[in-house]
T-cell receptor
Framework: DVKVTQSSRYLVKRTGEKVFLECVQD?????MFWYRQDPGLGLRLIYF???????EKGDIPEGYSVSREKKERFSLILESASTNQTSMYLC?????????????FGPGTRLLVL | QKEVEQDPGPLSVPEGAIVSLNCTYS??????FMWYRQYSRKGPELLMY????GNKEDGRFTAQVDKSSKYISLFIRDSQPSDSATYLC???????????FGTGTRLTVIP
């Protein structure tokens, strides 16, 4: 079974703090994704990575950065957290080549910025 | 206009009912269509996957894609309380990496 794990289920941070969200997958997938999920807005793509050290902006990259130093790990960084970044953050991974299309999701990190 | 539109519900049905969940989309280039189920405070899990038009059945679940109408559906037969969750449709183009998601429909099956 594919497993995508996220470092924290719940986080509370203060405005202006630097926040790191970690995601690890154990299936050697090339592609990894970070989404945020907000009521009424659905899942919105923040960043994705198709290879180590490669990254692409998604729909809402402002205020975020990412790091992929190893294939299995994809980190989301909030350089200076703000209250409008309070959200559910979901990491996902997907194999790089064709065939069955699926993204496997982690359990999510619920972030509250005070 | 959003790429993918989905009625957020909420939808409440009695146990044993047939449930119909739907999404419409605007991009005719979408070729891969998925339904994810998300239980409260959990990550989405893939439920059904179809390529291009047609039907796909898996147990009590049937996914339909009508590309001419840009409309996809998920049917749940003999619904169970354990089906209570938010259902998200998602789709993408061939060769693209990212998925476009609907906002999700919250379903409650009442025993």
């Amino acid at each position: 079974d594919v497993k995508v794990t996220q470092s924290s289920r719940y986080l509370v941070k203060r405005t202006g703090e630097k926040v790191f969200l970690e995601c690890v997958q154990d299936m050697d997938h090339e592609n990894m994704f970070w989404y945020r999920q907000d009521p009424g807005l659905g899942l919105r793509l923040i960043y994705f990575s198709y290879d180590v050290k490669m990254k692409e902006k998604g729909d809402i990259p402002e205020g975020y950065s990412v790091s992929r130093e190893k294939k299995e790990r994809f980190s989301l960084i909030l350089e200076s957290a703000s209250t409008n970044q309070t959200s559910m953050y979901l990491c996902a991974s997907r194999p790089g080549t064709g065939g069955r299309e699926t993204q496997y999701f982690g359990p999510g990190t619920r972030l509250l910025v005070l | 206009q959003k790429e993918v539109e989905q009625d957020p519900g909420p939808l409440s049905v009695p146990e044993g009912a047939i449930v119909s969940l739907n999404c419409t989309y605007s991009n005719s280039a979408f070729q891969y269509f998925m339904w994810y189920r998300q239980y409260s405070r959990k990550g989405p899990e893939l439920l059904m996957y179809t390529y291009s038009s047609g039907n796909k059945e898996d147990g009590r679940f049937t996914a339909q894609v009508d590309k001419s109408s840009k409309y996809i559906s998920l049917f749940i037969r003999d619904s169970q309380p354990s089906d209570s969750a938010t259902y998200l449709c998602a789709m993408r183009q061939t060769g693209a990496n990212n998925l476009f998601f609907g906002t999700g429909t919250r379903l409650t099956v009442i025993p």
